[in-house]
């Protein structure tokens, strides 16, 4: 049983099919809120501060995403569990 089928591996040649999809922009470096303001300890009453952590789904927000440094993501997830936890923020959204 032979399988005509090979992974072609010529396909870069041919023509111009490849799209430029490697648009890479040039990395913004995202600076840690808590860091840049000097907050030390994140306060879980703090809710005004903390929703702009968390998804309207009610989901943490990623430290990728978030853009915080390792200390205060940590924070910040300990910080939002407790509000949830004093009903200031929603376990699940809507
Ligand atoms: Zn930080």
Redesign the pocket.
């Given at each position: 049983m032979e399988n005509n089928k090979k992974p072609a591996p010529a396909g870069k040649e041919f023509g111009g099919e490849e799209k430029s999809k490697k648009v890479r922009r040039p990395q913004k470096r995202k600076v840690?809120e808590?860091?840049e303001k000097g907050i030390a300890v994140i306060d879980y009453k703090d809710v005004s501060r903390l929703r702009k952590y968390v998804t309207e789904k009610g989901k943490i927000v990623s430290a990728r995403t978030s853009g915080?440094?390792a200390?205060?993501q940590r924070q910040l997830t300990v910080a939002i569990k407790r509000a949830r936890n004093m009903a200031l923020l929603p376990f699940k959204g809507e």
């Open positions: 840690c808590f860091c915080c440094c200390h205060h």
